[in-house]
């Protein structure tokens, strides 16, 4: 069992910056990676980023990338989320979540991940 949760998310403006955070706790400490999902009203839960175990390889979605970093510090460290140039389609739900199956691996899909928290709102405003 893992269990995560997430902080970080408010209201901000477009063009903004935000950082969210992710700690997991576990009494079973195990490789895995860890991805940030997101969900906003009506639409189903999309994939934002992720990292993997050793930190060797990072993904994020087209809608993200150079405006988002996902980073660890270290294996029991929180795993961030820095959100740059807040745009208004960013408004979401936010979950982190943990693939323990393929931590080597980046996944990208929601049916990968064993374990989600339980997110946190993050609103762009104009």
């Known amino acids: 069992q893992v269990q995560l949760v997430e902080s970080g998310g408010r209201l901000v403006q477009a063009g903004e910056f935000l950082r969210l955070s992710c700690e997991a706790s576990?009494?079973?400490?195990?490789?895995?990676?860890l991805g940030w999902f997101r969900q906003a009203p009506g639409k189903e839960r999309e994939f934002v980023a992720a990292?993997?175990?050793?930190?060797?390889?990072?993904v994020y979605a087209d809608s993200v990338k150079d405006r988002f970093t996902i980073s660890r510090a270290n294996v029991k460290g929180p795993i961030n989320l820095e959100m740059r140039n807040l745009k208004l389609e960013d408004t979401a739900v936010y979950y982190c979540?943990?693939?323990?199956?393929?931590?080597?691996?980046?996944?990208?899909?929601?049916?990968?991940?064993?374990?989600w928290g339980q997110g946190t709102q993050v609103t762009v405003s104009s």
């Open positions: 979540a943990v693939d323990i199956n393929q931590p080597w691996m980046a996944a990208q899909t929601v049916e990968d991940y064993d374990y």
């Open positions: 576990t009494h079973n400490p195990r490789p895995w990676t």
């Open positions: 990292i993997n175990w050793s930190g060797t390889s990072v």
